[in-house]
Structures are given as C-alpha cells and as structure tokens.
C-alpha cells in the first residue's frame, strides 16, 4: 500500500489524471425513512427529526440495524456514511445486498467497515456470495478518514457484473462469468441491509484488538440513500457502468487498487495452494 493520501490529494491526483473526482452528493431532499426502516436494535436505531439522517449505535448490550422496504433484481444502490470516530476496534459497519431465499443458497454482496484503533486505518472488506459460494473477499483502505464526514459507497449489480464504488471512484468489479461455471447472482432478488455491531473476535487486527467499551456507545450514520433499477442498465442507474466500463473508469479503479487494497483472495497462494479460483484469471 502507498503511503497514506489526505482526502485533498487523493482528489487532486484523480481530477489531474482523469477528471473524475467529485465531492459526495448532498443528502436527497426525501426522508431517509421512505425507503430504510430499522429493523433490530430496541432503540439503538433512529431516524433524525427532519428524516435525513439515520443513526445505527451499538453499546455491550446490542447493535442496531435496517433494510430496505424493497427487494431488487438488479440495482444500483448509493448512501453516504459517516463511520464510527476514535477507537473503533472490534465494530463492524455495514452496507450490503442480502437475498432472502434459503442460506444455503444465499446471495449477497457486501461492504463491511471493519474499525480499528485511534489513528489507524479502517479496512472496507468486500466480499460476493453466489448460490451460497463465498470466499471472494478484497479488502481497501481508503484515500480519506472516513469518520470525518460522509462519503458516498455504492453497490452497482447488473446482469455484467458488480462494481463497489467509492465516492464515485470504482474500486472492485465482480464479472458474470457463470457461463464459465462461477456462480453469479442473478435470479434472487435481494433487499439491502446495513448494521452496526460488535466483531471484536475477528474485525480488528485478527481479532488481537478487542473493543473498548468505555467509548460506547458507538455511532454510525448513513443519509442520502438511493436505490434504483439497473436491470436494463440505462446509464442512469448504472453510472455510465452498466455494460462495462470505459478506460478512465478502467484507469480510476487500477490507481484504488494499486495504491489502498491491502488483500485480494485472487493473489492468496497460500490460501488456495492448488491455485486461485478460476475466475482470478478470467478477462
């Protein structure tokens, strides 16, 4: 990984090679609650008085958690979050696509926000279950402090492919190769999910940093949430990215990776001594 960027840079840097960078959009003018609600928690998660603002906290008791009141089949999914500040260890902040079928057959598609210790960074671990077959998980740090203010994480899920997006910058993609044999998610539909809860037995540094409760209790916030159809792909809601990307796309996602991925499953040798799965080495 390259030596830490502040926000500022990491812009200047993008906006110089591909003129992509741009601040997170404002929270939508609707109601947070129109198309979240909370759903676990007892009270830890509440929806601010002007509806912009939804708040998941976790103190030793329990966590909190929401859903979306619609399920998708293919979508593009956008919130903003302002992630737990100081000593995060051992808390886990989501934002995922999860299907509803049976779990032996799930699918899901996940962003967790895994905490840390005061002044180191917080790990984004993605991962992609299809039919129930996960283990594809990448892992990022990111360009910014994400407890600072809000950023904007995006799922984009079409019939091409998946795409986790970072304040509009692409950072993974996940291709439809299931006519090569790999399972892709593509006939359940899913709702999305986000929680904020306690992991501390493998979140933080291996599970080695455990959480300190005496900074209970922990917050998180999400605002600006959008959901729309990507099952056509139109440009829309795919971003530009329904069908493929293009070359500065391409090239926005190679300096993410090249500079902030801290694990990919696909270069873990040692994990898959037999060779990475197949679809590491499909175009």
Request: aromatic fraction near 12%; proline fraction near 5%.
């Amino acid at each position: 990984m390259a030596g830490a960027f502040s926000s500022t840079t990491a812009c200047v840097v993008l906006a110089l090679l591909l003129g992509l960078c741009a601040a997170a959009p404002a929270a939508a003018a609707g109601r947070i609650d129109d198309g979240l609600e909370v759903t676990w928690g007892d009270g830890r998660g509440s929806v601010s008085p002007d509806g912009q603002v939804l708040s998941l906290s976790l103190d030793r008791t329990s966590g909190s958690g929401f859903r979306s009141k619609d399920t998708y089949l293919f979508a593009r999914a956008d919130v903003q979050i302002k992630l737990v500040p100081n000593n995060s260890a051992g808390t886990v902040t989501t934002f995922y696509f999860l299907s509803e079928g049976p779990w032996d057959v799930h699918d899901e598609v996940d962003l967790e926000f895994l905490g840390n210790v005061s002044g180191q960074p917080y790990t984004l671990h993605t991962n992609v279950f299809a039919s129930g077959n996960g283990g594809k998980e990448q892992q990022f740090h990111l360009w910014f402090d994400p407890t600072a203010d809000f950023h904007t994480y995006s799922i984009l899920w079409t019939q091409q492919h998946i795409l986790v997006l970072v304040d509009g910058t692409p950072i993974r993609e996940f291709k439809n190769h299931a006519d090569q044999g790999v399972p892709y998610p593509s006939s359940q539909r899913m709702r999305l999910y986000g929680s904020l809860w306690d992991a501390e037995d493998w979140a933080t540094q291996g599970g080695r940093v455990k959480t300190d409760w005496s900074q209970a209790p922990f917050v998180a916030r999400y605002r600006g949430f959008t959901a729309a159809d990507a099952s056509s792909a139109p440009a829309a809601n795919g971003g530009g990215y329904g069908q493929e990307m293009d070359t500065a796309a391409e090239q926005a996602m190679k300096w993410a990776r090249d500079n902030y991925m801290v694990y990919d499953y696909c270069a873990d040798s040692k994990r898959f001594p037999q060779g990475v799965p197949p679809e590491c080495s499909m175009p």
